[in-house]
T-cell receptor, first 116, second 109 residues
Framework: ETGVTQTPRHLVMGMTNKKSLKCEQHLGHNAMYWYKQSAKKPLELMFVYNFKEQTENNSVPSRFSPECPNSSHLFLHLHTLQPEDSALYLC???????????????FGEGSWLTVV | GQNIDQPTEMTATEGAIVQINCTYQTSGFNGLFWYQQHAGEAPTFLSYNVLDGLEEKGRFSSFLSRSKGYSYLLLKELQMKDSASYLCAVLDSNYQLIWGAGTKLIIKP
């Protein structure tokens, strides 16, 4: 239990579906992240929210839409995805501010997404 | 470009010692992290190095040489539960985390 909870853990969706991934952190952190993890590839940072404000959007296609209603919750809305979007989507949180040994990133267990 | 290199997979024997290397070329350096990720689970923090030298935490140690752009994670007295992927990540000059693809460590009895 890392203090970051993601639902659903597994999701299969068609290319025309609309679905959402949910993340909740119970650590009192102020920064939240979405990462994409594909097999044998580095973690790809998708979005960062600091104090509910989006501070990073790493050229992510518009079919991925993040939402951060408060500092404890983060959503990733999915629409008209492609098969190559199938991956593990990891949510993470940290204190906010600059990463350091005392400000490490805590990950959730991820949502396995399969696009058919 | 920025790059982190780690071996894709390593195999070691229970009770032995294994060293997982990580080399990096990044725009600036503000620290290096090691994370452990068991299959189907969240990556969890292992260590953070920002100064040269060896940091020891129980059976795990992490070493950094900034001049060589090199780090390693040393695991002693290997246990079956150490079978996992080990992720190396570097904080660049903009405090962005640059991740390696991870090293899958297989422990055999």
């Amino acid at each position: 239990e890392t203090g970051v909870t993601q639902t659903p853990r597994h999701l299969v969706m068609g290319m025309t579906n609309k679905k959402s991934l949910k993340c909740e952190q119970h650590l009192g952190h102020n920064a939240m992240y979405w990462y994409k993890q594909s097999a044998k590839k580095p973690l790809e940072l998708m979005f960062v929210y600091n104090f509910k404000e989006q501070t990073e959007n790493n050229s992510v296609p518009s079919r991925f839409s993040p939402e951060c209603p408060n500092s404890s919750h983060l959503f990733l809305h999915l629409h008209t995805l492609q098969p190559e979007d199938s991956a593990l989507y990891l949510c993470a949180s940290s204190q906010g501010g600059l990463p350091s040994s005392g400000n490490t990133i805590y990950f959730g267990e991820g949502s396995w997404l399969t696009v058919v | 470009g920025q790059n982190i290199d780690q071996p894709t997979e390593m195999t070691a024997t229970e009770g032995a010692i294994v060293q997982i290397n990580c080399t990096y070329q990044t725009s600036g350096f503000n620290g290096l992290f090691w994370y452990q990720q068991h299959a189907g689970e969240a990556p969890t923090f292992l260590s953070y190095n920002v100064l040269d030298g060896l940091e020891e935490k129980g059976r795990f140690s992490s070493f950094l040489s900034r001049s060589k752009g090199y780090s390693y994670l040393l695991l002693k007295e290997l246990q079956m539960k150490d079978s996992a992927s080990y992720l190396c990540a570097v904080l660049d000059s903009n405090y962005q985390l640059i991740w390696g693809a991870g090293t899958k460590l297989i422990i055999k009895p």
